[in-house]
């Protein structure tokens, strides 16, 4: 959580500021450390879940043999309290991916990203003020339909948070 929260709120807050003066640099700069921040969340997430099933290689070794395996290794996790973990995994793996969307390898992650996604909501979707919910949109809504993206579901679904906020969570209406 720490990891991805620095990331989101300080680096890549300050990549932006960079990029509106132009400064390339910069925006460089803080996206490589933002980049480091999303890598290392991800990396103790996946160790994290390995501690509950470490046969086989654990979630990297789960996450190396394919998306098939990968499936069967998220059904492991079948506890409402094992939420936040697979939620702060997703979290930092999506905003990785965010900010390295010019790099093939990383963009090739994103079906994982959205099977993580879609199995923290299937354990606990009030997670964090309906997180899981918000995260899952945002995933839909990054490709164009046209290569698989699902923006008016991701639409609804943040509808759908944002009611189940009260529209009180700023960043979904953002």
Request: hydrophobic share 45%.
């Amino acid at each position: 959580r720490s990891y991805g929260s620095y990331g989101f709120g300080f680096l890549e807050e300050r990549m932006e500021r960079a990029a509106v003066t132009d400064d390339q640099e910069q925006v460089e700069y803080f996206r490589n450390r933002a980049s480091m921040s999303y890598a290392r969340g991800k990396e103790v997430a996946m160790q994290m879940m390995t501690i509950w099933e470490d046969e086989d290689g654990g979630a990297q070794g789960a996450y190396s043999r394919g998306i098939d395996s990968w499936k069967r290794y998220l059904a492991l996790f079948d506890d409402e309290d094992q939420a936040p973990i697979l939620f702060w995994c997703a979290y930092d793996w999506a905003r990785y991916i965010g900010v390295n969307r010019n790099q093939m390898n990383a963009v090739a992650d994103l079906e994982f990203v959205r099977e993580l996604a879609n199995r923290v909501l299937q354990l606990d979707r009030s997670y964090f003020a309906y997180a899981p919910i918000a995260l899952r949109a945002g995933i839909l809504a990054t490709l164009p339909a046209a290569v698989g993206g699902q923006p008016e579901v991701a639409k609804t679904e943040f509808e759908q948070a944002i009611a189940l906020t009260h529209r009180k969570n700023l960043m979904y209406l953002v």
